[in-house]
């Protein structure tokens, strides 16, 4: 059974930075496409980032272009999210998402597995 579990979220300030984990089971992470997404309260799921075999990179919103960016540890079977100059704009619970594609999907309802979420905070 594929299954995606988030890490390293946290407390940091405005400015500082943060890097996200997700660990890939029950499949290669690089057979598949993986986005990350975030969902602050009262607020639709975002995408945020993409990484593909025929996209590559991909940001997914243009607020975090400059700032965050999206890498994969093959040997490890994990997706980083990595987020510098952080805003507290940037609090919500963020997620790691995955499907049997070759090509970044910019909607969450484009990918069929989930990891539980880990929450970010940004403090000003």
């Known amino acids: 059974e594929v299954q995606l579990v988030e890490s390293g979220g946290g407390l940091v300030q405005a400015g500082g930075s943060l890097r996200l984990s997700c660990v890939a089971s029950?499949?290669?992470?690089?057979?598949?496409?993986i986005g990350w997404f975030r969902q602050a309260p009262g607020k639709e799921r975002e995408g945020v980032s993409c990484?593909?075999?025929?996209?590559?990179?991909?940001d997914l919103a243009d607020s975090v272009k400059g700032r965050f960016t999206i890498s994969r540890d093959n040997t490890k079977n994990t997706v980083y999210l990595q987020m510098n100059s952080l805003k507290p704009e940037d609090t919500a619970v963020y997620y790691c998402?995955?499907?049997?594609?070759?090509?970044?999907?910019?909607?969450?309802?484009?990918?069929?597995?989930w990891g539980q979420g880990t929450q970010v905070t940004v403090s000003s």
């Open positions: 998402a995955a499907d049997l594609v070759t090509f970044c999907g910019t909607y969450f309802f484009e990918y069929n597995y």
């Open positions: 029950g499949f290669h992470s690089d057979d598949y496409t």
């Open positions: 990484i593909s075999s025929s996209d590559g990179v991909k």
